[in-house]
């Protein structure tokens, strides 16, 4: 269910280098990200005032900038800056923190050469981005698969990437399920709409390689508490015919955190002690009540 619309809201939003009344951030209709999805984003969480990885965060935007064939207006050192003001300003401790950049109006068709780059970082306040979290998301099967990286540069979290997420996403709500299982171009199990996927088998974990979507900080992080405890992981190619073998499974994303998953289509999970170890090793960790696994 929605919530109060993002675009009437108190507040201040940072952009172009100045925090703007929210309800003033505001762009014209003929900007070339509106058109052409020549934007790129970053989501990230702040705990008790501090944002998880904030410079990892920083340092992919000014990448998937970098992809797309622009420069951020700023240094990353600049950004993390930016994101702490506006951070401190939304006077939230706990937070979702959205830095992202896009072209601007000055051309109006396929090239966009000469089109100012924008930037801007709104932070607000956001909860679980699952309901029912800890007893695991019901998840669907997706109709949408994910481009070959020849067809899409997948180490970018920009905005078209998105098209055939939200298209998976919307499907699977519309049935009923929380979230939608992406293949990819070759028939492998890849990832959930907007957070990478882990199975458990045996005690050890298995994950696809990220060779055509995110490998997110969410999910190098999950891999790193998993070996500090000595769980073995597996980066490999996973079939959707394995997908019966598995005992648990949970997504990870800096807004979906580490989310069990109850279900995929017909097959069932139970979020059991793995699952729930590394859900409380990463609150821990995001909180700084354990150092980061070296
Ligand atoms: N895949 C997709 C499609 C995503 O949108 C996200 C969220 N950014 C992730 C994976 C997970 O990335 P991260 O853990 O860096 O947030």
Sequence with gaps: ????????????????????????????????????????????????????????????????????????PVSVDELEAIKAEALAKSGLENAYVRAFAWRGSEMMGVSAQSNTIHLAVAVWAWGDYFADKMKGIRMTHAQWKRPSPESAPSHAKAAGLYMICTLSKHAAENAGYADALMLDYRGHVAEATGANIFFIRDGALHTPTPDCFLNGITRQTAMKLAEARQIEVVERTIMPDELGTFSECFITGSAAEITPVAEIGEFTYKPSHISEALVTDYADLVHRRIPMPA
């Design 1 to 72: 269910m929605a919530g109060l619309p993002y675009d009437d809201r108190d507040g201040y939003i940072w952009m172009d280098g100045v925090f703007t009344p929210w309800r003033e951030a505001k762009v014209h209709v003929l900007t070339h990200a509106l058109h052409y999805a020549s934007s790129v984003f970053e989501g990230e969480r702040a705990y008790g005032g501090v944002i998880y990885a904030s410079r990892r965060h920083s340092e992919r935007l000014a990448n998937s900038a970098k992809i797309m064939g622009f420069e951020l």
